[in-house]
């Protein structure tokens, strides 16, 4: 086990025992024992998935994003309401293959998230440096397609000395 | 507050019923899987805030935000696995040349 991941166990065995006690809402001992021991079971099981420690994410940064991508996907679900209830349907579905700047892998799963999770947009292959996107008309595609997706989110990441 | 609370939710319920006539009137499993995404993204989300503000600041509205949050991680990663697999085994998306 390396240090790294010894630093991070704690961390993440307490965060998911405060899930626990939310949501668990007994406080007895025993209860609240099985839910230390369930999340630092967890916490350990997941420990190799710490892969990229050369990328931080900015939380500060991720708090303004989420409110923004919470908007574009409100007017994208607007505009796919639109097409599916417009009595011909006019949607012209796309595949772009999108070559990604983004160069950890981190990055690319939260593009692909964020992609799948504004209607009219699908992430149908994801590669480390190539995104496959099914839209269901241009104006869906245009966050993909005018790179504005790419930069909202490698702005997200700062590069740490590398170490891993 | 109740009326915030029910307005939310009957916002998400319109999403829902879209969601519906989506996927039988759209032409295939790519087309159908950005109707069922819309029910995760926006359906649940104004059902789940609806819910969450007739709980008032509780716990419970606590534990809906946690769930909206799972949700919000999780359906991508499925809808992306169903139409990766419909791709990879062979299925041609619609296109409205050849349609």
């Given at each position: 086990?390396?240090?790294?991941?010894?630093?991070?166990?704690?961390?993440?065995?307490?965060?998911?025992?405060?899930?626990?006690?939310?949501?668990?809402?007994?406080?007895?001992?025993?209860?609240?024992?099985?839910?230390?021991?369930?999340?630092?079971?967890?916490?350990l099981l997941n420990t190799d998935r710490l892969t990229s420690a050369a990328y931080r994410i900015h939380w500060l940064r991720l708090a303004a994003y989420l409110p923004w991508l919470l908007w574009r996907i409100f007017l994208s679900g607007v505009?796919?309401?639109?097409?599916?209830?417009?009595?011909?349907?006019?949607?012209?579905?796309?595949?772009?293959?999108?070559?990604?700047?983004?160069?950890?892998?981190?990055?690319?799963?939260?593009?692909?998230?964020?992609?799948t999770l504004t209607p009219g947009t699908l992430t149908v292959e994801a590669n480390p440096d190539e995104v496959l996107v099914h839209a269901m008309d241009e104006y869906s595609a245009q966050d993909v397609k005018t790179l504005r997706l790419d930069r909202k989110i490698a702005n997200l990441f700062k590069r740490t000395e590398a170490r891993g | 507050?109740?009326?915030?609370?029910?307005?939310?939710?009957?916002?998400?319920?319109?999403?829902?019923?879209?969601?519906?006539?989506?996927?039988?009137r759209l032409p295939d499993v790519f087309s159908r899987s950005h109707a069922v995404a819309l029910t995760d993204s926006l359906g649940a989300l104004f059902?789940?805030?609806?819910?969450?503000?007739?709980?008032?600041f509780s716990p419970n509205a606590l534990r809906i935000l946690v769930v909206l949050a799972l949700l919000y991680i999780l359906n991508p990663v499925i809808s992306h696995a169903t139409v990766r697999a419909a791709l990879r085994s062979g299925m041609k998306p619609w296109r409205r040349e050849n349609g």
């Open positions: 086990m390396s240090a790294l991941l010894a630093a991070t166990l704690p961390h993440r065995t307490l965060a998911l025992f405060v899930l626990w006690l939310l949501l668990s809402e007994s406080y007895n001992l025993l209860h609240m024992a099985v839910g230390l021991a369930a999340a630092f079971a967890v916490a505009h796919l309401s639109f097409l599916i209830l417009h009595p011909r349907m006019p949607i012209d579905p796309i595949m772009i293959r999108h070559r990604t700047q983004l160069s950890n892998k981190n990055a690319v799963v939260l593009l692909g998230n964020s992609v | 507050m109740g009326l915030i609370g029910a307005g939310l939710m009957l916002v998400g319920l319109f999403f829902l019923v879209v969601a519906a006539i989506g996927m039988v059902l789940l805030a609806g819910l969450a503000v007739e709980h008032g």
